[in-house]
């Protein structure tokens, strides 16, 4: 029977992988805290700030923009799940119980197993509407609701798995160098399955760009379809392919160095990058952010109406969304949807 070592303390298994555990604070271990807690702070906020902008803007009542708040939902997890790692990293982490560190694990890999499903989800909704010719998709919101359900529950299962069994602790010749816990196997597993996913994702979307490019130049000049849906269609998939963009230059780095010590790369100094990989996967979070402010000009109206709340309050005008809404109702395209003047 094997031996297990449930009973041991976190900084047995570093020793085991030899990773160093410092026992005081190195000026290092300041810098990425501060810088850590900073960054998370900015997420947490941006992200609300999305979150936020989708559910009181009917403009945003749409399946793709349930999808792109779950996104952000997911971002601000993320955020939650960095600071968590900040409070619980350093010289704190030889205190640890190993409960608490599945749980600092846990918290990442789910963040992150919810982005990857999210944008994957992402993917075939933009799939389906452009290849329809359609601007939003005829998905219910029940199914929406259960779409973004399913999301959840994968990666809390994926991120759950090393807690309840596929770890190293009765194994520890398996163990990985940088989650000293976790089996090498896992590591592998997750990895590859990530990379197949942003493999599957870039082909899709690289299939929706060459679809759409040779639409529109087949579409006569006296097309039916109202003028700004061609415009917005177009910008919809640049969107979330900038977005898809900066999670694969963000996260791949941080798959590869997970592939290369799950395969148990010998001659590979991953733990000399661990942090800087890590800290480059978390700004991806704030990144989705940006490009939502960037490229649409509703939602960044909708922001300064969220951040200048007291001014728009005691105004005498109308806030910018009743006088945009009441546009809509005039603006509506033949298929019975709302066309969007939007950058998204």
């Not at 890999?109 to 939003?136: G, K, P, Y």
Request: proline share 2%; hydrophobic share 45%.
């Amino acid at each position: 029977m094997k031996h297990c070592f449930y009973n041991e303390t976190v900084g047995f298994f570093y020793n085991n992988s030899r990773k160093e555990l410092t026992t005081y604070w190195r000026t290092k271990d300041v810098l990425v805290v501060a810088l850590g807690l900073t960054v998370s702070v900015i997420v947490l906020l941006t992200n609300l700030l999305v979150i936020t902008a989708i559910i009181i803007n009917r403009r945003f009542h749409y399946p793709i923009y349930y999808l792109l708040g779950n996104l952000a939902a997911a971002d601000l997890f993320a955020g939650i799940a960095y600071m968590f790692l900040m409070f619980h990293t350093g010289p704190r982490t030889a205190e640890l119980s190993l409960k608490t560190w599945f749980i600092r694990q846990s918290l990442l890999d789910t963040s992150l197993t919810a982005s990857v499903v999210n944008l994957l989800a992402i993917a075939v909704e933009r799939h389906q509407t452009v290849f329809t010719m359609q601007l939003h998709s005829k998905m219910s919101n029940q199914r929406v609701t259960i779409l973004i359900f399913c999301i959840w529950v994968t990666a809390l299962l994926l991120g759950l798995i090393p807690s309840y069994g596929w770890h190293c602790l009765c194994a520890l010749e398996k163990c990985s160098r940088m989650a000293p816990l976790y089996s090498r196997s896992y590591l592998t597993f997750w990895a590859i399955s990530n990379l197949v996913i942003f493999l599957i994702m870039v082909v899709v979307y690289t299939h929706i760009f060459v679809y759409v490019k040779r639409k529109m130049t087949r579409m006569s000049k006296h097309t039916s379809f109202h003028p700004r849906y061609k415009e917005t269609m177009i910008s919809l998939v640049k969107t979330v392919t900038i977005i898809l963009s900066a999670f694969v230059i963000c996260w791949t780095p941080g798959q590869v160095v997970l592939l290369l010590d799950g395969l148990g790369c010998k001659s590979c100094d991953i733990l000399a990058v661990e942090k800087y990989v890590l800290l480059l996967a978390e700004i991806n979070s704030l990144i989705n952010a940006i490009v939502y402010s960037y490229r649409d000009n509703e939602m960044r109206n909708t922001f300064r109406r969220i951040l200048c709340f007291v001014c728009y309050r005691n105004s005498k005008y109308t806030p910018t969304v009743v006088k945009l809404n009441t546009a809509d109702r005039r603006t509506l395209s033949q298929n019975g949807h709302f066309t969007v003047d939007s950058s998204i």
